[in-house]
Structures are given as structure tokens and as C-alpha cells.
């Protein structure tokens, strides 16, 4: 089968790490880059010397030799270069979040339907061996009917991102779009059986008070159609990198943990403990989970869904369903009340 022929935008700190996965998948090749300043493109010239790299993107998207375009940019800039892809006619795999409001998400998704491209949003947690298997068991009914989810992480400081984008509200749109926004989109999928998030009550503060817009804690309870709740919450003031998932129903529980020094490490430690109202077993992960693994496995799974048509594991729908629970947390840590998430 041919190779899927990927395009890149964006050749910042995980614009590289997607260089790199595109480069290693088996069933795709790296034809081209686009970054945005000279000293950028010139990094990537040395880095991938057959690839063509211009400073302009839609340099990039007027080639004709492009299957799927893959775009990892400052997140406020997501709509606009998303659209310009979809608006060339190629497919399109966007790094999370979707956009930084709902509109940007419905315009890019009526924009992939108008020219028939595959858009996939970058949730990889969902191709975990680990956060996966966890998805996995709960469907298989290990824990019977799931009621009640917690997903929390504790980690060192965001970066600043190119031209201090991160810790520009404006630029980046709020914090919970940038990490916990994972945790919303494992939950919904986890309690998927729940059926749709209702609504969600947040708090946050800052460690800075020169910043108070940019919260380093975060809580939020979500609540399902049903009698569900899922907890997501996330701290910026600690150390390393510390995930944990625990979820329950009305019969088992399941406890799923990642430890790294940084979130980008190819050596962390995991482990997922699960009880079926008997005994607790440590269930046995096949491979390495991490988000690297991930991002690699997903670049495989964005060519595959081009080449055979399988499903991708987060389509334009979920994205827009993480920003909706996001924008929802964020409207309720500024009211202080409970508020109601969009459903689309
Ligand atoms: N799914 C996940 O786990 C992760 C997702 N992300 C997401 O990926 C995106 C990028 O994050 P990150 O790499 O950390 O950010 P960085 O700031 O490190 O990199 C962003 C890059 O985008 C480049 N850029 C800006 N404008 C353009 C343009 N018009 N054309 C081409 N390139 C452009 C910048 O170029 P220059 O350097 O020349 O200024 C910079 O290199 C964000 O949306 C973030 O939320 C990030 C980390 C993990
Ligand atoms: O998963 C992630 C790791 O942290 C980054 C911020 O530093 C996020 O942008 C990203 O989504």
C-alpha cells in the first residue's frame, strides 16, 4: 500500500516530536514543513533534509503531493490554519484543543463535511496501551455499570511556548484547554454509558498574582445525564509528572497510574490495579505508555484511517465535545456556580 504522504505545520516543541513520529511510521512519510521563523524552518531543513520546508503554509498546502496535513500550533491559531488545510482539500489531524471556542469548532467541522476530509483531533491518551486497556475493561463490564470516574494529575509548570503564547490568555484561551482538557475527554469516554456530560461545577486559583487568569489548580465535578460524575483535577505547582485514573461501578474498580519525570519521558512507570468485587489483580500492559508512544500510534492510526478507512480514535465531534466541557469548567470557576455544558 502507498505511503500516506503527511504535511506539518508547526515545528515547535511537539511539532518535532510529530516530525519524528512521521518519520518512524511504517505506513507514512514526511514530505513537507511549515514553520513560522527563519531560525524554525532552519532546524527543520537540518533535521529532515529531503523534506520540503517553507515559512509559509500555504506554500505547503498549494503542493499537490499531500494526503493528510498535520498541524500543531499555537492553539489560538488553530482555526485558521485548520481551515486553510480543509479548505485546500486535504485531511486533517489537528493537536487538541479543537479551537478555542465552539464556533471555531462547528466552522471546521461544516468545513470537513463541505470537502469530505477526515479531521481527527489530537486526544492520543485514547490509543494508550494503559488509559486504553482501562477504556477497554469498563466495556467488557469488569466493574459493572461505571458511576463514578476520577482522573487527576500533578506536574511542574507549563512551558511558555514560542513568543510566550502559553501564558497569554488571549493566545492560549484559558489553562483547563490546555491539559485537563485530556482528563475531560477520558472521562466522557470512560462514563460514555452514562450517557452526555449536563454540567459541571469548577474552581481554580493562581500561585501568581500578577496572573490571576492563569490558574495552576483546578477541580472541577462533572455530572452525566444519568446519576454519574466524573472528577477531573490537576495541579501545576508540584513536580515531575503524575497522573492517576480511578474508576468505579456497581460492582469493581479499577486504578490506573503514570509516573515520569516530564510528561514527554520514554521511561516512565504505570501500573493499572483492577478489583471485580473478588480479588485485585495488577492487569499486565503489553507496551510502553506515555504520550511519545502515543503521538507515534497515532500518526499510524490518522494514515490507516486514509488508507483503509478505519475509525479514528477521536473525530472532529469529540474534539468539540472537550472544548465544549472545558469552556463549561472555565464559565463556572468565573461564576462560582454550576454551569451547563453545551451538547452540541
Ligand atoms: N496532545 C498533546 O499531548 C499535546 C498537544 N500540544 C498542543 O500542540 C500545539 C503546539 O504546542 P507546542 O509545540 O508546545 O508549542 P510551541 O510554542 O513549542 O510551538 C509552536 C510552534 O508553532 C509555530 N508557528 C506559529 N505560527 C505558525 C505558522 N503560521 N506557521 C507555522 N508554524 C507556526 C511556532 O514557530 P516559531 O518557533 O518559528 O515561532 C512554534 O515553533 C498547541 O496547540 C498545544 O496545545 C502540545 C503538547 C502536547
Ligand atoms: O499534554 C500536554 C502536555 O503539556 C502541555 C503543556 O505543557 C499541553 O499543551 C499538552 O496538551
Not at 487538541?96 to 465552539?102: E, H, R, S, T, V
Request: one cysteine or more; a negative charge; charged letters at 20%.
Amino acid at each position: 500500500m502507498n505511503l500516506v504522504r503527511y504535511g506539518l505545520i508547526g515545528f515547535g516543541a511537539w511539532g518535532k516530536h510529530h516530525a519524528d513520529a512521521i518519520a518512524k511510521a511504517h505506513n507514512a512519510e514526511l514530505v513537507g514543513i511549515a514553520a513560522h521563523s527563519e531560525a524554525t524552518a532552519a532546524d527543520a531543513r537540518n533535521a529532515y533534509p529531503d523534506a520540503f520546508v517553507t515559512t509559509d503554509y500555504n506554500a505547503l498546502l498549494a503542493r499537490e503531493d499531500l494526503d493528510v496535513i498535520d498541524v500543531v500550533v499555537p492553539s489560538y491559531l488553530h482555526h485558521e490554519v485548520a481551515t486553510a488545510v480543509l479548505q485546500s482539500g486535504k485531511h486533517l489531524l489537528l493537536e487538541k484543543p479543537m479551537g478555542i471556542d465552539l464556533p471555531q469548532c462547528d466552522s471546521m467541522i461544516a468545513s470537513a463535511e463541505k470537502h469530505d476530509s477526515l479531521l481527527c483531533v489530537g486526544h492520543e491518551l485514547r490509543l494508550s496501551s494503559m488509559w486504553g486497556k482501562v477504556k477497554e475493561m469498563i466495556d467488557d463490564g469488569f466493574i459493572g455499570t461505571p458511576q463514578y470516574c476520577l482522573v487527576e494529575l500533578s506536574r511542574n509548570p507549563y512551558r511558555q511556548g514560542a513568543g510566550g503564547w502559553r501564558y497569554d490568555i488571549n493566545r492560549v484561551g484559558n489553562w483547563i484547554l490546555e491539559e485537563p482538557i485530556h482528563f475531560f475527554d477520558l472521562a466522557r469516554w470512560y462514563l460514555e454509558s452514562a450517557g452526555s456530560p449536563r454540567s459541571v461545577y469548577a474552581t481554580a486559583n493562581s500561585r501568581d498574582p500578577s496572573r490571576p487568569e492563569l490558574q495552576d489548580n483546578f477541580s472541577a465535578i462533572m455530572h452525566f445525564s444519568g446519576d454519574a460524575y466524573a472528577v477531573v483535577s490537576q495541579t501545576l505547582s508540584a513536580f515531575e509528572h503524575h497522573q492517576t485514573a480511578k474508576v468505579t461501578g456497581s460492582k469493581g474498580a479499577l486504578w490506573a497510574s503514570w509516573s515520569g519525570a516530564m510528561d514527554r519521558t520514554r521511561h516512565p512507570t504505570f501500573k493499572l490495579r483492577a478489583f471485580d468485587g473478588n480479588e485485585v489483580i495488577d492487569v499486565g500492559i503489553e507496551k510502553p505508555t506515555g504520550e511519545l508512544f502515543e503521538l507515534e500510534d497515532q500518526i499510524v492510526r490518522v494514515a490507516e484511517a486514509i488508507q483503509s478507512g478505519r475509525p479514528l480514535h477521536c473525530t472532529a465531534q469529540d474534539g468539540r465535545w472537550s472544548v465544549a466541557m472545558c469552556l463549561a469548567a472555565s464559565a463556572s470557576v468565573a461564576s462560582g456556580a454550576k454551569e451547563p455544558i453545551d451538547q452540541g
